[in-house]
C-alpha cells in the first residue's frame, strides 16, 4: 500500500471491497486521497473523569477544543491518532440471509470466530475509546475483538444512555480505571432501517421485486427501501454522530474503534473518502474485518485492512505505530 502522499490526489476507485486481502480498493489506490474533516460543533467540555474523592462524573466525555471564535476548531497539537472501523461478525440473520436493519440479532458461532480473529489483528494497535452502536451484534464484536488485545485493557460500556445506570457505573479507583477502555454506545451508530425487508430473506425478495429494485435499495445512496431509511439518510444520523462524538476525540489524541454496521459504516466511509453517490453503490464490506485510518492535523488517511498483528504495510509511514507496537513486545517479555 503506497504512503499518503502530502497533497490532496485523487483515488480512481471502480470498485471497492474491504475484504481484508489485497482488496480491489488497495490495489486501485495507488495514492490515498488525503480528505478533511468537517469541524465539530463548537462548545468546550473537558474530559470527564471519576476523581480519586470518588465525586461522580463520566468516566469519558467527548473533548471539544474551544472554538476559535470562527466556528470552526483547528486541532491543539499535530497529534497523529488512529481510527479502526469494523462492521459486526456475521449475525444470526446475516447466516439465514434475511433484512436485519434495526432488529437487535446476536452473532453466529462463526460471528464470534471473525470478531476473535479481527481482535488479533489490531492487538498491538493502540486503542483508547470505543464506539459501538446500540445494537448486540456491534456490542459483541467489539467486546471479543478487544479480549485478544495485547494490552490487555478492559472494555467498559459507560451506560451514558441515561442517568441512573450511569451514575451507578462509577469505577472508584484510578489505577482500575487506567486498566479500562471506555464503550459508548450510539443509536445513531445502528444499521440503516430497512423498513418493510426486515425478516424478509433477500434472496426471495429479489425473486418478487427483480434483482435491479431491491440492489438499488440494498446500495443507492437516496433511494430508500418501502418504509425504511435510504444511505442518505442513515448518514444524516451516522456521519453527524461522527463529526461530533468521533472527531473530537481524534482530536483530542485519542485512539478510537468505531464497531457498528454495513451501512451506517458505508456512509461513514463515504464520508472520510468522499466518495460519490455513484461510486459508493459498489462500496461493500465484509463482516468482521477491521479497516485502520490515521488521522493526523485533520485529514484521514486510508491504511487498509490490518491481515495480521504486525503487518509491515500497516505500520509503514506510522512511527507512532511501530513504537506502540515495540512498546508492547517490551512490556509483554
Ligand atoms: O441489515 C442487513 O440486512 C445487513 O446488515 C446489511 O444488509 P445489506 O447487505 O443489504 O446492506
Known amino acids: 500500500m503506497a504512503a499518503a502522499t502530502s497533497h490532496h490526489t485523487i483515488v480512481s476507485i471502480q470498485s471497492h471491497r474491504w475484504n481484508g486481502k489485497n482488496s480491489s480498493m488497495e490495489k486501485r489506490a495507488a495514492n490515498v486521497r488525503l480528505v ?3 469541524s465539530c460543533s463548537s462548545g468546550t467540555r473537558k474530559l470527564g473523569l471519576v476523581s480519586a474523592s470518588g465525586s461522580t462524573s463520566s468516566v469519558i466525555d467527548p473533548v471539544r477544543l474551544p472554538s476559535n471564535g470562527k466556528g470552526d476548531h483547528t486541532p ?18 446475516n447466516e439465514k440471509n434475511l433484512f436485519t436493519g ?8 462463526t460471528g464470534v470466530e471473525e470478531a476473535i480473529e479481527a481482535g488479533k489483528r489490531i492487538c498491538n494497535i493502540p486503542i483508547d475509546v470505543i464506539f459501538t452502536s446500540a445494537m448486540i451484534r456491534s456490542q459483541m464484536t467489539a467486546m471479543l475483538a478487544m479480549m485478544q488485545h495485547r494490552r490487555k485493557k478492559v472494555p467498559i460500556i459507560t451506560h451514558k444512555e441515561s442517568e441512573q445506570p450511569h451514575s451507578w457505573s462509577q469505577i472508584y479507583s484510578e489505577d482500575t480505571r487506567e486498566q479500562s477502555v471506555p464503550v459508548i454506545t450510539a443509536w445513531q451508530l445502528n444499521e440503516r432501517m430497512y423498513g418493510e425487508l426486515q425478516g424478509l430473506n433477500k434472496k426471495e425478495t429479489a425473486e418478487r421485486f427483480g434483482k435491479e429494485q431491491v440492489h438499488e435499495w440494498r446500495r443507492s445512496y437516496d433511494i430508500p427501501p418501502p418504509n425504511g431509511e435510504s444511505l442518505a439518510m442513515c448518514a444524516d444520523r451516522a456521519v453527524t454522530y461522527f463529526k461530533d462524538e468521533v472527531v473530537p476525540q481524534l482530536i483530542a489524541g485519542k485512539h478510537v474503534m468505531v464497531a457498528a454496521h454495513a451501512n451506517s459504516l458505508r456512509s461513514i466511509i463515504m464520508h472520510l473518502d468522499k466518495l460519490t453517490s455513484q461510486e459508493v453503490i459498489s462500496l461493500e464490506l465484509s463482516t468482521g474485518i477491521p479497516m485502520l485510518y490515521i488521522f493526523k492535523e485533520g485529514e484521514f488517511i486510508r491504511r487498509g ?5 504486525s503487518e509491515a504495510s500497516v505500520y509503514a509511514y506510522t512511527k507512532n505505530l511501530a513504537q506502540y507496537r515495540q512498546k508492547l513486545d517490551s512490556m509483554v517479555q
Do not use: N, Q, Y
Open 305 to 309: 485492512s490490518p491481515a495480521g498483528p
Open 76 to 93: 491543539k497539537k499535530s497529534s497523529e491518532s488512529t481510527l479502526i472501523l469494523i462492521r459486526h461478525g456475521e449475525s444470526m440473520w
Open 36 to 38: 478533511s474533516v468537517a
Open 102 to 109: 434495526c432488529v437487535d440479532v446476536p452473532l453466529t458461532p
